[in-house]
Protein backbone atom coordinates (compact mmCIF):
# COMPACT_ATOMS: atom_id res chain seq x y z
CA UNK A 1 0.00 0.00 0.00
CA UNK A 2 2.73 2.25 1.12
CA UNK A 3 5.13 1.41 -1.77
CA UNK A 4 2.25 2.03 -4.20
CA UNK A 5 2.22 5.44 -2.45
CA UNK A 6 5.54 6.45 -3.04
CA UNK A 7 5.54 4.92 -6.59
CA UNK A 8 2.16 6.94 -7.20
CA UNK A 9 4.13 10.02 -5.94
CA UNK A 10 7.00 9.70 -7.77
CA UNK A 11 5.44 9.19 -11.51
CA UNK A 12 3.67 12.24 -10.52
CA UNK A 13 6.56 14.76 -9.44
CA UNK A 14 9.68 12.77 -11.54
CA UNK A 15 12.70 14.20 -10.98
CA UNK A 16 11.25 16.56 -8.28
CA UNK A 17 11.47 14.26 -5.22
CA UNK A 18 14.92 14.99 -4.27
CA UNK A 19 14.24 12.78 -1.10
CA UNK A 20 11.52 9.91 0.36
CA UNK A 21 11.27 8.33 3.52
CA UNK A 22 9.05 5.95 5.01
CA UNK A 23 8.55 5.21 8.58
CA UNK A 24 5.82 3.45 9.85
CA UNK A 25 3.78 3.41 6.88
CA UNK A 26 4.02 7.70 6.84
CA UNK A 27 5.23 8.63 3.44
CA UNK A 28 7.57 11.68 3.57
CA UNK A 29 9.17 13.46 0.21
CA UNK A 30 11.45 16.29 -0.01
CA UNK A 31 10.98 18.27 -2.85
CA UNK A 32 12.74 21.63 -3.99
CA UNK A 33 11.76 25.03 -2.40
CA UNK A 34 11.05 26.78 -5.17
CA UNK A 35 8.82 24.31 -6.62
CA UNK A 36 6.72 23.58 -3.91
CA UNK A 37 3.47 25.50 -5.21
CA UNK A 38 4.15 23.33 -8.72
CA UNK A 39 4.87 19.79 -6.49
CA UNK A 40 1.33 20.86 -4.68
CA UNK A 41 -0.98 21.59 -7.52
CA UNK A 42 0.47 18.00 -9.26
CA UNK A 43 -0.68 16.09 -5.85
CA UNK A 44 -3.69 17.84 -5.62
CA UNK A 45 -4.95 17.24 -9.47
CA UNK A 46 -3.79 13.58 -9.86
CA UNK A 47 -6.61 11.27 -10.50
CA UNK A 48 -4.74 8.85 -8.86
CA UNK A 49 -3.56 10.40 -5.69
CA UNK A 50 -5.97 13.60 -5.45
CA UNK A 51 -4.30 14.94 -2.16
CA UNK A 52 -7.05 17.94 -2.02
CA UNK A 53 -6.73 18.34 1.54
CA UNK A 54 -3.88 20.77 3.28
CA UNK A 55 -4.01 19.18 7.05
CA UNK A 56 -1.63 21.46 8.08
CA UNK A 57 1.69 22.96 7.59
CA UNK A 58 4.47 24.10 10.17
CA UNK A 59 8.30 24.73 10.56
CA UNK A 60 10.96 22.60 11.83
CA UNK A 61 14.32 24.00 13.08
CA UNK A 62 17.25 21.13 13.16
CA UNK A 63 19.57 23.10 15.26
CA UNK A 64 21.25 20.26 16.72
CA UNK A 65 21.14 18.37 13.49
CA UNK A 66 22.63 21.14 11.70
CA UNK A 67 25.32 21.99 14.88
CA UNK A 68 26.26 18.12 14.61
CA UNK A 69 26.63 18.35 11.06
CA UNK A 70 29.07 21.21 11.07
CA UNK A 71 31.24 20.13 13.80
CA UNK A 72 31.40 16.50 13.80
CA UNK A 73 32.17 15.00 17.66
CA UNK A 74 34.53 12.73 17.94
CA UNK A 75 33.92 9.70 19.59
CA UNK A 76 34.18 8.75 23.06
CA UNK A 77 35.04 5.27 23.93
CA UNK A 78 32.45 5.12 26.90
CA UNK A 79 29.51 6.53 25.20
CA UNK A 80 27.82 4.31 22.45
CA UNK A 81 25.58 6.90 21.14
CA UNK A 82 27.73 7.97 17.93
CA UNK A 83 28.00 4.42 17.26
CA UNK A 84 24.64 3.88 17.06
CA UNK A 85 23.63 7.26 15.21
CA UNK A 86 24.11 7.45 11.36
CA UNK A 87 27.14 9.47 10.40
CA UNK A 88 25.85 12.73 8.20
CA UNK A 89 27.26 12.81 4.72
CA UNK A 90 28.01 15.33 2.86
CA UNK A 91 27.24 19.13 3.65
CA UNK A 92 24.82 20.11 6.70
CA UNK A 93 21.28 20.56 5.14
CA UNK A 94 19.77 23.73 6.07
CA UNK A 95 18.64 24.75 9.36
CA UNK A 96 14.84 24.71 8.68
CA UNK A 97 12.80 22.69 7.37
CA UNK A 98 8.82 23.54 5.99
CA UNK A 99 6.59 20.45 6.57
CA UNK A 100 2.96 20.17 4.64
CA UNK A 101 0.62 17.39 5.68
CA UNK A 102 -1.52 16.23 3.29
CA UNK A 103 -4.89 13.91 3.29
CA UNK A 104 -6.48 12.37 0.24
CA UNK A 105 -10.61 12.74 1.33
CA UNK A 106 -11.17 10.03 -1.81
CA UNK A 107 -8.91 7.51 -1.20
CA UNK A 108 -7.81 8.56 2.84
CA UNK A 109 -4.15 7.76 2.27
CA UNK A 110 -1.74 10.77 3.57
CA UNK A 111 1.68 11.79 2.56
CA UNK A 112 4.16 14.85 4.32
CA UNK A 113 6.14 16.70 1.89
CA UNK A 114 9.30 18.49 3.24
CA UNK A 115 10.91 21.56 1.93
CA UNK A 116 14.34 22.82 3.49
CA UNK A 117 14.79 26.15 4.25
CA UNK A 118 18.67 27.43 4.20
CA UNK A 119 19.12 30.45 6.89
CA UNK A 120 20.00 32.87 4.55
CA UNK A 121 16.86 32.83 2.94
CA UNK A 122 13.84 32.70 4.98
CA UNK A 123 11.01 32.28 2.03
CA UNK A 124 9.08 29.83 1.05
CA UNK A 125 6.30 30.49 -1.40
CA UNK A 126 3.10 31.02 -0.41
CA UNK A 127 0.62 28.53 -1.08
CA UNK A 128 -2.77 30.15 -0.12
CA UNK A 129 -3.77 30.42 -3.58
CA UNK A 130 -4.68 26.54 -3.11
CA UNK A 131 -5.61 26.32 0.14
CA UNK A 132 -7.29 29.17 2.20
CA UNK A 133 -6.49 27.11 5.10
CA UNK A 134 -3.12 27.64 4.60
CA UNK A 135 -3.63 31.29 5.96
CA UNK A 136 -3.01 30.65 9.58
CA UNK A 137 -0.65 28.08 9.92
CA UNK A 138 1.44 29.99 7.12
CA UNK A 139 1.09 33.04 9.34
CA UNK A 140 1.84 30.98 12.77
CA UNK A 141 5.03 29.16 10.95
CA UNK A 142 6.48 33.01 10.44
CA UNK A 143 5.50 33.90 13.93
CA UNK A 144 7.23 31.34 15.47
CA UNK A 145 10.20 30.93 13.28
CA UNK A 146 10.89 34.05 10.98
CA UNK A 147 10.41 32.38 7.92
CA UNK A 148 8.31 34.61 5.10
CA UNK A 149 6.03 33.36 2.37
CA UNK A 150 5.94 35.90 0.00
CA UNK A 151 2.13 35.55 -1.88
CA UNK A 152 0.87 35.63 1.24
CA UNK A 153 -2.29 38.07 1.63
CA UNK A 154 -2.16 38.88 5.09
CA UNK A 155 1.34 38.02 6.50
CA UNK A 156 1.05 39.41 10.34
CA UNK A 157 1.98 37.37 13.37
CA UNK A 158 -0.63 35.08 14.71
CA UNK A 159 -0.01 34.13 18.37
CA UNK A 160 2.39 36.66 19.78
CA UNK A 161 1.53 40.64 19.73
CA UNK A 162 2.54 41.98 16.80
CA UNK A 163 5.61 44.31 18.47
CA UNK A 164 7.38 41.33 19.51
CA UNK A 165 10.58 41.04 18.65
CA UNK A 166 12.19 37.34 18.08
CA UNK A 167 10.82 33.84 17.05
CA UNK A 168 9.87 31.69 19.96
CA UNK A 169 10.05 28.33 18.60
CA UNK A 170 14.09 28.40 17.26
CA UNK A 171 16.23 26.39 19.01
CA UNK A 172 18.29 28.82 20.17
CA UNK A 173 15.64 31.22 21.86
CA UNK A 174 15.59 30.34 25.46
CA UNK A 175 12.07 29.53 26.97
CA UNK A 176 11.96 32.16 29.86
CA UNK A 177 12.41 34.82 26.41
CA UNK A 178 14.79 37.33 26.50
CA UNK A 179 12.91 39.38 29.01
CA UNK A 180 10.43 41.06 26.04
CA UNK A 181 8.43 43.23 28.26
CA UNK A 182 4.93 44.39 27.03
CA UNK A 183 4.55 47.83 26.92
CA UNK A 184 1.06 49.01 27.41
CA UNK A 185 0.12 51.97 25.55
CA UNK A 186 -2.59 54.06 26.68
CA UNK A 187 -4.85 55.70 24.22
CA UNK B 1 -39.57 49.42 68.67
CA UNK B 2 -41.24 52.33 66.34
CA UNK B 3 -38.62 51.10 64.06
CA UNK B 4 -39.67 47.79 63.50
CA UNK B 5 -43.23 48.81 63.41
CA UNK B 6 -43.85 52.40 62.09
CA UNK B 7 -41.65 54.37 59.19
CA UNK B 8 -39.02 54.55 62.13
CA UNK B 9 -35.72 56.09 61.78
CA UNK B 10 -32.18 53.90 62.62
CA UNK B 11 -29.25 55.37 64.26
CA UNK B 12 -25.97 54.72 62.60
CA UNK B 13 -22.77 56.20 60.88
CA UNK B 14 -22.93 56.92 57.15
CA UNK B 15 -19.92 55.40 56.79
CA UNK B 16 -21.00 52.09 58.18
CA UNK B 17 -23.99 52.14 56.33
CA UNK B 18 -22.05 52.41 52.99
CA UNK B 19 -19.62 49.89 53.52
CA UNK B 20 -22.89 47.43 54.88
CA UNK B 21 -24.39 48.03 51.63
CA UNK B 22 -20.81 47.56 49.77
CA UNK B 23 -19.78 44.53 51.67
CA UNK B 24 -23.15 42.13 51.42
CA UNK B 25 -23.06 43.18 47.25
CA UNK B 26 -19.85 42.29 46.04
CA UNK B 27 -20.79 41.66 42.54
CA UNK B 28 -18.60 39.65 40.84
CA UNK B 29 -17.01 39.97 37.00
CA UNK B 30 -16.10 36.52 36.19
CA UNK B 31 -12.50 36.80 33.98
CA UNK B 32 -11.82 33.27 33.75
CA UNK B 33 -9.21 32.44 31.06
CA UNK B 34 -8.27 28.64 31.81
CA UNK B 35 -9.20 25.98 34.05
CA UNK B 36 -9.05 28.14 37.19
CA UNK B 37 -12.95 29.62 35.49
CA UNK B 38 -14.31 26.02 35.60
CA UNK B 39 -13.73 26.46 39.56
CA UNK B 40 -14.97 29.40 39.36
CA UNK B 41 -18.38 28.47 37.89
CA UNK B 42 -18.38 25.76 40.08
CA UNK B 43 -18.76 27.79 42.97
CA UNK B 44 -20.72 30.52 41.19
CA UNK B 45 -23.22 26.98 40.36
CA UNK B 46 -25.49 24.99 43.29
CA UNK B 47 -23.45 23.14 44.79
CA UNK B 48 -21.24 26.38 47.00
CA UNK B 49 -23.62 28.85 45.65
CA UNK B 50 -21.51 32.19 45.99
CA UNK B 51 -24.75 33.77 45.81
CA UNK B 52 -25.28 33.15 49.67
CA UNK B 53 -22.56 36.24 50.18
CA UNK B 54 -24.57 38.50 48.08
CA UNK B 55 -22.30 37.85 45.48
CA UNK B 56 -25.57 37.28 43.50
CA UNK B 57 -25.09 38.52 39.84
CA UNK B 58 -21.84 37.89 38.00
CA UNK B 59 -21.89 40.52 36.02
CA UNK B 60 -20.71 40.11 32.68
CA UNK B 61 -20.29 44.01 32.03
CA UNK B 62 -17.47 45.66 33.59
CA UNK B 63 -19.98 48.59 34.53
CA UNK B 64 -21.83 47.00 36.61
CA UNK B 65 -19.25 44.84 38.85
CA UNK B 66 -17.63 45.45 42.07
CA UNK B 67 -15.22 42.38 42.47
CA UNK B 68 -13.08 41.42 39.50
CA UNK B 69 -12.10 37.95 40.10
CA UNK B 70 -9.25 37.06 37.72
CA UNK B 71 -9.38 32.85 37.31
CA UNK B 72 -6.91 31.53 35.00
CA UNK B 73 -3.49 32.22 33.01
CA UNK B 74 -2.82 35.67 31.22
CA UNK B 75 -0.43 36.18 28.98
CA UNK B 76 1.56 39.20 27.57
CA UNK B 77 -0.97 39.62 24.67
CA UNK B 78 -4.08 39.30 26.88
CA UNK B 79 -2.52 41.81 29.70
CA UNK B 80 -3.90 44.90 27.77
CA UNK B 81 -7.33 43.80 27.58
CA UNK B 82 -7.33 42.69 31.78
CA UNK B 83 -6.19 46.27 32.19
CA UNK B 84 -8.83 47.78 30.04
CA UNK B 85 -11.62 45.69 31.89
CA UNK B 86 -9.74 46.52 35.32
CA UNK B 87 -10.27 50.56 33.98
CA UNK B 88 -13.86 49.95 32.65
CA UNK B 89 -15.19 48.87 36.19
CA UNK B 90 -16.81 51.65 38.22
CA UNK B 91 -15.10 52.45 41.65
CA UNK B 92 -15.43 51.41 43.75
CA UNK B 93 -13.38 47.86 42.54
CA UNK B 94 -11.35 44.89 44.49
CA UNK B 95 -9.48 42.04 42.12
CA UNK B 96 -8.96 38.53 43.23
CA UNK B 97 -6.00 36.83 41.93
CA UNK B 98 -7.15 33.03 41.87
CA UNK B 99 -4.95 30.48 41.30
CA UNK B 100 -1.40 30.55 40.51
CA UNK B 101 -0.99 31.89 37.09
CA UNK B 102 -3.08 34.61 38.13
CA UNK B 103 -0.90 35.04 41.07
CA UNK B 104 2.56 34.65 40.11
CA UNK B 105 2.43 32.74 36.14
CA UNK B 106 2.33 29.55 37.89
CA UNK B 107 4.20 26.65 36.25
CA UNK B 108 4.40 28.88 32.91
CA UNK B 109 7.61 30.63 33.41
CA UNK B 110 7.58 31.39 29.49
CA UNK B 111 8.25 34.01 27.49
CA UNK B 112 4.50 34.51 26.92
CA UNK B 113 3.16 34.11 30.03
CA UNK B 114 2.65 37.16 32.18
CA UNK B 115 4.34 36.21 35.79
CA UNK B 116 0.97 37.39 37.91
CA UNK B 117 -1.34 39.77 37.17
CA UNK B 118 0.04 42.04 39.80
CA UNK B 119 1.83 43.75 37.18
CA UNK B 120 -0.58 45.23 35.31
CA UNK B 121 -3.41 45.67 37.73
CA UNK B 122 -3.59 46.01 41.63
CA UNK B 123 -4.61 42.93 43.59
CA UNK B 124 -6.35 42.28 47.08
CA UNK B 125 -6.73 38.95 47.56
CA UNK B 126 -4.25 36.43 46.24
CA UNK B 127 -5.60 32.63 46.37
CA UNK B 128 -3.01 29.98 45.91
CA UNK B 129 -3.98 26.39 44.68
CA UNK B 130 -3.60 25.08 41.21
CA UNK B 131 -6.80 25.41 40.65
CA UNK B 132 -8.12 26.67 44.39
CA UNK B 133 -11.04 24.64 45.56
CA UNK B 134 -14.49 26.92 45.37
CA UNK B 135 -13.89 26.98 49.16
CA UNK B 136 -10.58 29.15 48.71
CA UNK B 137 -12.59 31.57 46.09
CA UNK B 138 -15.15 32.01 48.37
CA UNK B 139 -12.64 32.53 51.87
CA UNK B 140 -10.89 34.88 49.07
CA UNK B 141 -14.69 36.83 49.12
CA UNK B 142 -14.81 36.73 52.68
CA UNK B 143 -11.62 38.41 52.76
CA UNK B 144 -12.60 40.92 50.34
CA UNK B 145 -15.71 41.74 52.65
CA UNK B 146 -13.41 42.10 55.82
CA UNK B 147 -11.82 44.62 53.33
CA UNK B 148 -14.87 47.06 52.85
CA UNK B 149 -15.22 46.99 56.53
CA UNK B 150 -12.28 48.69 57.36
CA UNK B 151 -12.30 50.73 54.29
CA UNK B 152 -13.67 55.00 55.09
CA UNK B 153 -15.60 55.86 52.04
CA UNK B 154 -16.33 59.53 53.13
CA UNK B 155 -12.61 60.29 53.73
CA UNK B 156 -10.72 61.66 50.57
CA UNK B 157 -12.93 62.71 47.54
CA UNK B 158 -16.13 61.89 48.26
CA UNK B 159 -15.34 63.81 52.17
CA UNK B 160 -14.95 66.87 49.87
CA UNK B 161 -17.86 66.83 47.91
CA UNK B 162 -19.87 66.22 50.99
CA UNK B 163 -18.36 69.40 52.34
CA UNK B 164 -19.30 71.25 49.71
CA UNK B 165 -15.40 71.65 48.71
Known sequence: MTMDLLKGVSNCLGPLVIASSEFRGDVTVEVPKARITEVLVRLRDDPALAFDFLVDLFGVDNLDLYKKAAKPEKKTGGEGDAAEEPKPEGPPPPRFEVNYLLLSLSTNRRLQVKVRVPEDDLSVPSVTGLWKAATWPERETYDMFGI???????????????????????????????????????? | MEAYTGSGWLLTKLEQLVNWGRKRSP?????????????????????????????ERPSF??????VLIEAGTITKKMAPILRRIYDQMAEPKWVIAMGACACS?????????????????????????????????????????????????????IAGLVEGK
Open chain 2, 105 to 157: GGVFRTYSTLQGIDLVIPVDVYVPGCPPRPEGLLYALLKIMDKIDTEHPLRGE
Open chain 2, 27 to 55: WPLPYGTACCGIELMCALASGYDMARFGA
Open chain 2, 61 to 66: SPRQAD
Open chain 1, 148 to 187: RFPGHPDLRRLLMWDEFPGHPLRKDYPLEGRGEVRILRYE
